[in-house]
C-alpha cells in the first residue's frame, strides 16, 4: 500500500507554515474578520507565497512552480486548518491551479504558483466531484469560495452539449461578497460572464473534475488539521480548567468522551493522508479514497469542534475565546465540495454496494 | 361559603370591571391586579394571593385572557417572575416581600442573576465574589458573569462569599442588589452568534443594606438551591407535536422537495421520534403535576432537549447547504430576550450550542440523574470539609 | 391528550402479575429452555390464565372475558418484558385474540380469554401492519412466533382478489419448531392447511391488520419492561461490585451512561403508554402511536439490554447469569413485528413527511 | 561474511533438505526449524533464535509458506506463542527458556493463561489467589476464570498473591503452572453464545517449584504487564479492505438484492467507511513499525473493532429478519480455537459483545488513551498505598 507517513522533508514544511502562522494571524484579529469582513489575511497569505513558496507545491518546476505534489500541498492544509487561517490556499492554490494543470495552461499557473495572482473556480461550494453543473444564464453563481479578492475567476459555462471554461478577470464581472457562516473562508455571488475560452466539451469538463477532486481530497486534510488543534486545545483546557477542587480533565466521563475523539481524529488522520497519497500517485483507488475521506473528515471535524465548545464550557461560547471559529470552519467544511451524505452516496457504487 | 372558583371568578369579573384593559396601562392593571390577590392565589393575601392552591391560577389566567388582559412580561422579567418572588416568599422577610414583590410582578423593576462567575460555573458554590459586613452595610467585591438582562435591570439576585474560613457551601450568603448602584459596572459579554444576550457584571465596593440579605448569614446555598429549583420545575411539559426546532425543520421539508433525499428522510424522521418521545414524556410529567405526583424526568428531560436542538440545526445546515453556508447577520446585538427559534438556520445552531451549558450543564445534570434518580455513588469529593481559602481554584 | 398514567387498578394488576413471575419462574429454569426447548413455562402461563386471568383483558365481559382492554394488557405485558417471561400472552392473548374480536367471534374466544386454549396468527414474525402478505402455496410458513404448542392456528391464505382466514386444528397441520435466536419465544414452521374460514377477503384482511395493530402497539410494553428491568438490575449491579477499591457504579463514565440509558428508558415509557392508549381509545393518532412506539421502544430494549452485558463485565457474557435472556429477548423483539427501520419509513406519510 | 538475508536462505533450505515438510510431522519438523534457530530469529542462538533483527522473521515465514512447511498453530497456542514465550525469553531463567521454549514452539505444550478471577477483571491487580512457599515449593488456592484452553493445555501462566500485606500492586508473584497438577480442576464456562470456549479453574493445594517462578518474588505485577503489552502489540495492523464483520455483510448485501434498502444503505456505508478508516490506521500503525517508531494508536483501535464488530453484526441480523430470528445451534460445545466469524449470524452478534471485554475492556482502554495517550489526570486511586488485606473488595 501506498505511504502513509510523512517525509523529514514534510516535517520541515509543516514546521515552516505553523511557524508563520503563529507569527501572522492571532485569534483576535481573525475574529475581527467576522465584524470587518476581508477576502483573506495578507500578512499570512504573503508568508506562505512570498516567503515559503507552497501555493507552488502543485505545479511542476518547469510551469513555474516547486514540483512537490498532493502529500506536501495536505501538510500546509493540515496547518492551515489548525489556525483556521484566512487564507485562499484551498481555492487558489489548490482546485483553480488544479484546473490550470489539467488544461496545461502555463501562463496564469505561474503566476498562481508565484503568488502574484489568485484565482477561483465559480461553482458552488457545495459542488462536489461527478455532481455539478456548468453556470447557466445570467444570475449570479453562489456561493462561491475564494471568489472575493480573487483576481482570476475559472466560470464553466453551459454550452450546447457540454461546458465551456473561461477565464474571467476579477474586473470584468460583478463580485459581490455575502455574509458567510464561516467568514475565514468568506463566499461571495458571481455574475456570470465571457473571457477568454480555456476549453471547451471534455476538456473542459475533466479539468473542473480534476480542481473538485483535488479540493475534495485536500479539504480533509484541513479538516484533519481542524480536528487535531480542536481536540489538543480541549485536551489542554480540560488539564486547567479547576472545578470541584479538581482539573475537569480528571473527571472519567470527560476522558472517556476525549479518548474517544482521540480515536475518530486519529483515523481522520489517516483517512486524510490516504487521499493525499492516492492523489498524488493517481492510484485506482483515488474515487474511493477520497469519498472516505471526505465523509469521515468532515464529520469529525464538527465532532472535535462540537466537543471543544462543550468541553470550553461557558468560555467555549463566547467570542472572545477562538473556539468558535474552528466550529464555524468545521461546520462549513462539512458542506464545502459535497455533504457527508452525498459522499456516502457516491462511494458505495465505486466499492460495488448498491441499493 | 362560596368555592374558590366562584369566589375567584367574581373577583376577576370586579378587576375587570374597575380597571378595563382596554383603557388602562398594563402597569396600572398587574398593580391592581396584584392587590386584587390575583397575581399567583397561592400566595398570601396582602403579598399577591388568596392562600388558595396552585392549581387555580390556570382559571384566573384563562379567565383575564379571554378578557384580553395584559400578562407580566415573562420573557423580559422570567428572573423576577419565576425565580426571585418564589424564593422572597419562601425565605424573604416581610419587609422584603412588601418592599419587591408588587413591582417586580408589575414588571416596573425588573430582575437579574448574579450567580455564575468565571471560576465558578459547573462548580456555582466555587464563587468567590466577597461581601464584608460593617455596621448593618455589607461592601461587595467580584466578578459575575452570563447575566441575562443586567443592562435593563432594577435589581439583583446575588451569592456572595462572606466566610472563606469554612468549607465552601458554607461560606456563602444571599442578597438583593440595587443595580443602579455606582459600584456596579455591566458589559456586554458577546456570544458566538454575535450577539450579547448575556453580560459581564463587575461589582466593586457595592454597598448592600443588611436588611436586603435573604436567609442567614453562610446560608446562600441553600437559597440559591431554592431558586435554581423553581427554575427547572415542570421543564418542556404539555408542549404541542412539532414544537421547537423540529417543526422548523418538518416545515421547510414540506415546503421545499429539493432538499429532500432518502438517507436524510431516515434522519429526519430519527429526530422526528426522539423529539415526538421527549413531548410524550413531558405530557406525563404534566400530568403527573396535575395529580400532585411530580416525577424526577426534568432533569433528564433538559438533556434531550439539548441534544436534539443541537442534532436538529445540525441536520438543517446539512440538509440545505448552499444556504447553510450563509449567515443573517453578524453585528452585535444586546437584544432584550431570548429566542433559540428567532432567525435563520445558522443562529439557531449556535444558539442551541448552549442548551447544553446553561441552567446546568448537561455534564452536571447526568451527575444528578444518576446520583438523585439512580442512586448511583456521589464522585469522591476533594473539597469536602475543607476552608475555602485552602480549596484549589 | 389521552391519560398516559396508571390507574389504582393498573397497579394492583401489575404487583399480581409480578408476584407471579416471581414465584413461578426463575432465570436458570429459563435458561433451560435454550437445552429443552418448549412452547412456554406451563406453571407461569397456568398462573396467568387460571389464578389471575389476564388472558381475558381485552375480551369483553359478554364474550368470555374481562373486558378491560389494552392499557390493562400492556401493564401485564411490562411485567413480561421485565421477567423475559416465556409465555404466550402477546401471540395468544393480544394478537390471535385481537383477530378474533374483529370478527365477532365468539366460541374460540372464549377458550382463548379462560386460558383454556391459545391461539397463533401463522404469517412470519416480522410482518408488521400494513405489509404483510396472505399465505400462497404449500411451502411452511416461518419463521411463526406463538405457534409451538398452540391449539389453534389463524392462517390468512392468499385467494384470488384478497385474503381467506382459516381457523386450523394444531393437530390438523404440520408444526415444525425451529432453533430460534430468543428460545423464550420459540419459533416454529406452519405448513398451510385449510379449516373453518372464519372471513374473507376485507374482513379477514382487516381482523389480520387489527391483530398485528395490537401486537405492535403492546409489543413496545413489553420491551419497555424489559429495558426498565435491565437498566435496574444493572444499576444494582454496579453499585455493588467492587474493582479498583470503590463501585464500578461510582466511575464516572459508567454513571453518565446509565444517566443516558435512565432518559431513553424513561421515554420509552411515555411512548409505550401512549401506543396502548391510543389502542384502547382508537384514537385518530394510533398509527403514529404504534410506529413511534416500536421504532423508539425497539432500539432502546437493545441498547438497555447491550448496556447490561457490558456492564455486568465478564458476567453478563456468562450462560449463568440472566442477563443474556434479556439481550436475546431484546433483539427478536426488534424485528418482531417489523424493524425500527421499516417503522420509521411508514411514519413519515402518516404525519406528512415524504420524500 | 555474507549478509543476513543470503545466511538464513541457506540455513532454510537445508532445513528443507534435511526434512522435508512433505514428509516429516509438524513436530518434528518445527523442532528442526527451533534447533535451526529459524523459529524466531530474534531470539538467542539456542532459544530457537540466531540473535537477528526482528524483521528477518517475515522472510524466513515467507520462504517456508512457499515450500509447504508447517507453521506453529496460533489457534491452539497463541497464548505460548505470543504471550509465554517473550516473557520467558525476556525475564526467564536460563533453565526456564531451556526447559519450555521448544515444546511450547513445537505445540507439544499447549499454554493458558490464568490471571483474571471472579473478584479481578478490570482490575487485574485485584487477584487474591493465594501462593505460599514453604522450602522451595509454593502450594496455591484459589479461583481463576475466563481460561481459554485450559482444558488441552499442558502448561500455565499464573498470577497469584504472595502477600497481603503489602499494597496490591506490589504482593503478587509469576508463576510457571504444570496442568497436570492434581490439585487443578478444569470446568467448562459456558457463555452467551451456547459455547463454552472458556473454563474456570480452580487450585487446589497446587505444588509450584521456586524454580518455575518467573522474575523475583513481589514482581508478578510487572511481569504480566510485560505479557499483556505482548497481547496488544500491532493490532489488526495491515489488515486487508472488507476484512472481518464488514466484509462478511457486504458479500451478503451484494448475493441478495431482497435485504437491500435505501436506510440500510446509508448505515451499511457508514459501517464501511468506519472500518475502512480503522483499517487504514491499522496500515498506517504497521507502517510506523516498520520504520521503528510504533504510534500509540493500538488501545484505541482494539476500542474502534469493538464497537464495529458489535454494530456490524447488529446490523446484519436487522437486515434479514426473518434469519435473524433464528440460530444455528445452541448445544453446549467446547470449541478448540475461537473464530469470531464462524457460525452464523446471531453467534456472530453474539460473541461480538465479548470484543469489548476481553484482552482490557473498553472502558480500561478509554483511560489507557485518556491518561497514557492524552495525559489526562488519573483517576483518585483509593487502594493506593493500603495493604491488600485492608482494600475494599
Redesign the interface.
Known sequence: ?T???YTDIEDALRESVRGAMERHLDPHSTTGI??EPKPWEAKAWQSLTEELGVAGLLVPEDRGGVGAGPREAAVVLEEIGRAVAPVPYLTSSVIATQVLLELGESEHIAALAAGEATAALVL???ARPGHWSPVQGTEPV??VAGAMGADLLLIPVAEAGGVQLHLVKAAETTVES??????TRP?AAVTPASGEVLATGDDAHRAVEAGLQAGAALLASEQYGLARSCLETT?DY??NR???????????????R???L??EV??????A??AAATLADDDADKAVAIS?AQ??CSDVA?HAA?EA??LH??N?????YPV?LY?KRA??S???LG???KH??D??PL????? | MSDPKTMLRQRVDELLATYDPATVSATEFLGARFDAGLAWVHFPEGHGGLGLPQEYNEDVANWLAEAGAPEPDRSRNGIGLGMVAPTIMAIGTKEQQEKYLRPLYTCEEIWCQLF?EP?A???LA?VATKAVLSGDTWTVDGQK??TSGAHHAKRAILVARTDIEVPKHAGMTYFLVDMEDPGIEVRP????T?EAEFNEVFLNGVKIPDADRVGETGEGWKVATTTLNNERVAIGSGADREAGHIGVLAEKWRKYPAIR?E??YHELMHWWIEAEVTRLTGERLRQQLEVGQPGPEGSAMKLAFATQA?AIT?LA??LD??H?????????HRPDSTDFLGRDV?FR??RA??N??EGG???IL?NVVAERVLGLPA?Q???KG?PFKD???
Do not use: C
Request: hydrophobic content about 40%.
Open positions: 500500500m505511504n502513509l507517513l467576522y465584524d458552488p461550494w457545495s453562489k456561493p455575502l455574509v458567510s457562516f464561516d467568514m463566499l485536551v480540560v488539564k479547576i472545578q470541584f477542587a479538581r482539573p475537569i480533565g480528571s473527571f472519567q466521563a470527560i476522558k472517556h476525549l479518548a474517544d482521540y480515536l486519529t483515523q481522520a488522520g489517516a483517512a493522508r490516504y472516505v465523509t469521515y464538527v462540537e465548545v462543550q464550557g461557558g467555549g461560547m463566547t467570542w472572545e468558535h466550529l461546520k462549513s462539512q458542506l464545502a455533504t457527508p451524505e456516502r452516496q462511494l458505495g466499492v460495488n454496494i448498491t441499493t | 455564575s471560576g460555573g459547573s462548580d466555587a458573569v452570563w459579554l458577546r456570544q458566538i454575535g433525499s438517507a436524510a443541537q445540525g445546515i446539512e447547504p448552499d447553510g453556508l450563509l449567515y443573517d447577520d453578524w453585528t452585535m445558522g445552531y449556535l450550542k448552549g447544553s451549558l450543564s448537561s455534564e447526568r464522585e469529593r476533594l473539597d475543607i480549596v484549589p481554584r
